[in-house]
């Protein structure tokens, strides 16, 4: 199995414009979790699907980011507009259960530097 | 808040010495994970902890599930250099699969 793919690695913008982070999960794995780290605040949970439905997105930081998983194989994260303090690395991960057993499997990241 | 406090923040030792990392909160966990994560990659699952008292060794390290399932350690056993990297504590309160993560602990192993 490739992992979790995740693209951008890395990306470039200036304040103002929209970026959009996508994900492919682990085939098989129900559920799908982005989180996002920064040296000040560590890494923060901003929304986990399952079965492709948003189960809770409390950790999404305002409007301006938004998250869809159209189907099970695929989904992105979109901040619109973007922020120099919206600059961090986004991990996507999928597992396949919940609770005490289930782990997590990350993408190498999105390394995001808003300018 | 830090719902998952970890300590210390950053350690610095020689091959070969002892370290324990902490992980600590007021709340109560259905099961504690440990993570390492290495620059640039994610975080890989090192062991998953669920029963209060708990004890896992993986080779040189040792993870402990508190009694009262809010708190947790990672003893590592003669550290060599390969042990550098971001350490990671992640709890699930309740059994929902939502991990919250701690600050991490990023130990530096010097030859």
């Known amino acids: 199995d490739a992992g979790v793919i995740q693209s951008p690695r890395h990306e470039v913008t200036e304040m103002g414009q929209e970026v959009t982070l996508r994900c492919k999960p682990i085939?098989?794995?129900?559920?799908l979790f982005w989180y996002r780290q920064t040296m000040m605040r560590g890494l923060e949970l901003l929304i986990y699907?399952?079965?492709?439905?948003?189960?809770?997105d409390s950790g999404m930081p305002e409007d301006r980011f938004s998250a869809k998983m159209p189907n099970a194989s695929f989904s992105t994260l979109k901040i619109q507009p973007s922020e120099p303090r919206d600059s961090a690395v986004y991990f996507c991960a999928s597992s396949s259960g919940q609770g005490n057993t289930g782990e997590l499997f990350f993408g190498e990241g999105s390394r995001l530097t808003v300018l | 808040t830090q719902l998952l406090e970890q300590s210390p923040q950053f350690l610095s030792i020689q091959e070969g010495e002892n370290l324990t990392v902490y992980c600590n909160s007021s709340s109560v966990f259905s099961s504690l994970q440990w993570y390492r994560q290495e620059p640039g990659e994610g975080p890989v699952l090192l062991v998953t902890?669920?029963?209060?008292?708990e004890v896992k060794k993986l080779k040189r390290l040792t993870f402990q599930f508190g009694d009262a399932r809010k708190d947790s350690s990672l003893h590592i056993t003669a550290a060599q250099p390969g042990d550098t990297g971001l350490y990671l504590c992640a709890g699930d309160r309740s059994n929902t699969g939502k991990l919250i993560f701690g600050q991490g602990t990023t130990l530096q192993v010097k030859p």
């Open positions: 085939s098989g794995h129900d559920y």
């Open positions: 902890v669920v029963t209060g008292g």
């Open positions: 699907f399952n079965n492709n439905v948003p189960i809770d």
